[in-house]
């Protein structure tokens, strides 16, 4: 009996909730759309939100505010973490992660990492690539607002040698014949690349072909130069953490961003209804706001980080229920449009995250009954004869720790997929994997993956995912506990 009640609160807060008869003070464009894991969320949220608030003025700057903090979380999450690489230099890791490693959360180690803080304000700049005959990689580019506008990799572009021409907006100049011309939407990229490693051994042939990832200047490359990347050894020490600004610098911080990287056109009705209260290209409500709007926009700048960490739990709970408690980021991640709020979610835990075409992330925090993984009990997950994560490229399964770290173990081995070797199958053509702390007898110890003491959380990678994941009829097998 308790079992189907919690059941059916877990049902009832994945479905969105009837829409309020009230609508908040601010045009409804700045609330840009909504997927279907967040539809109407945010207009509900900004209308419980104004009760707190008197005066017309106040609950309209309120609501202009909170939108604004949810359209300025991406950007804002990008234009803290793009200035920690050196510009226009490609920097790339010559060894996969490990434990100790503390510069990245949640990595996969299946490839090395390769990024670049890439500013086209003085002009293009081309990519060159090398032969990597075959081998999976991905280059990875990302406007100052984290939609993800190009790749160049094995499913976009081939492994074949190439150049590839990034040129910023409004650019009319010459393109060199025989180079792909990229686009970008703002002077700023992110980029983040992923090679493909076979095990330790293979890491030489891998460092070569990252010394062949260069990012040189149009009219030097035209010379006949080009560019040396930066290639790291090993990983740098922790980084500081991102910080994102609070109270009424947050808004600050977003009008600077907004006039170094003017967003697109597309999203004019919502900067209108920002610009109203005090919000956009050089604005400082700091210094600016005073009186009502003041007051309101201090309230917006207090609940905007509230109100994403529901939507991110609402989003989770509609997970659980339609991928056998698995959260299963949907379509959207990476190509945003006007989805504000889903791109602030994504923001929020995955930043960087590739589009679902390229890889689709599966993510669980509890088992099949929504319980949180612990590493005091013993869980099995069963992938049945024909039903392993459809992959055109790789998959993978990883096991982090509750800070979202590896686990180090005496086998050492922090993730299971396709490449592991040694995987024991049953009779029937399947695959379990054992996951606890300790190595489970007999043949499932031949597929154990080791957990930490305390709560964990496991990520699964499935590269190239195939028409059956990106269209929802497959789902990863539940997460089931075993008795004690």
């Not at 009008?255 to 597309?266: D, I, K, S, T």
């Not at 994504?346 to 509890?366: C, H, M």
């Not at 959380?457 to 009829?473: A, D, F, K, N």
Request: net charge positive.
């Amino acid at each position: 009996m308790r079992r189907a009640f919690v059941t059916a609160l877990a049902l009832l807060a994945a479905l969105p909730a009837a829409a309020s008869a009230a609508s908040p003070s601010v045009a409804r464009c700045a609330l840009g759309t909504s997927a279907a894991d967040l539809k109407g969320f945010e207009a509900r949220q900004l209308v419980r939100g104004e009760r707190r608030l008197s005066g017309r003025a106040a609950r309209r700057a309120y609501s202009a505010g909170v939108a604004a903090y949810v359209y300025g979380l991406a950007p804002l999450s990008v234009r803290g973490t793009v200035p920690r690489f050196p510009r226009n230099q490609i920097v790339s890791i010559g060894e996969l992660v490990h434990p100790e490693v503390r510069t990245v959360v949640s990595p996969n180690v299946d490839t090395t990492y390769t990024v670049g803080q890439i500013d086209l304000s003085d002009g293009p700049l081309v990519v060159d690539v090398p032969d990597t005959k075959g081998r999976y990689y991905v280059l990875q580019f990302m406007d100052a607002y984290s939609n993800t506008f190009a790749y160049i990799g094995r499913r976009t572009t081939g492994t074949r040698a190439g150049s590839h021409v990034l040129v910023p907006p409004g650019y009319s100049g010459a393109l060199p014949a025989g180079a792909r011309a990229i686009r970008s939407p703002t002077n700023l990229i992110w980029l983040i690349g992923r090679t493909l490693v076979r095990g330790q051994a293979d890491l030489p042939a891998v460092n070569e072909l990252m010394s062949g990832y260069t990012l040189t200047p149009l009219a030097s490359w035209t010379a006949g130069d080009r560019s040396s990347p930066l290639l790291l050894p090993a990983f740098p020490p922790m980084l500081n953490p991102l910080v994102i600004p609070k109270g009424l610098a947050y808004f600050d911080q977003l009008g600077e961003a907004l006039a170094a990287n003017p967003p697109p056109r597309g999203d004019r009705c919502a900067l209108k209804a920002f610009r109203a209260v005090g919000i956009g290209p050089g604005r400082a409500p700091s210094t600016e706001a005073s009186g009502a709007t003041r007051r309101g926009l201090v309230a917006a700048a207090k609940a905007g980080p509230r109100v994403v960490e529901r939507a991110v739990a609402q989003t989770n709970a509609y997970s659980r229920v339609r991928h056998n408690g698995w959260l299963v980021p949907l379509g959207y991640v990476g190509d945003y449009g006007r989805n504000w709020l889903g791109r602030a979610v994504v923001a929020k835990f995955a930043l960087g995250a590739n589009t679902g075409p390229e890889t689709v992330y599966p993510a669980a925090r509890t088992d099949s009954r929504g319980r949180a993984l612990r590493g005091s009990r013993r869980y099995r997950i069963r992938f049945a004869k024909g039903s392993l994560p459809p992959a055109d490229a790789f998959w993978s399964l990883t096991m982090y720790t509750a800070r979202n770290y590896l686990h180090p173990n005496a086998l050492r081995r922090y993730a299971i997929g396709d490449r592991t070797p040694g995987l024991r199958r049953g009779r029937d053509g399947s695959l379990t994997i054992a996951i606890q702390r300790s190595r489970p007898t007999g043949a499932l110890g031949a597929n154990w993956l080791p957990a930490p003491p305390g709560r964990f959380r496991m990520i699964m990678r499935i590269y190239e995912p195939r028409r059956s994941v990106l269209r929802g009829s497959w789902d990863p097998p539940p997460v089931l506990r075993l008795a004690d």
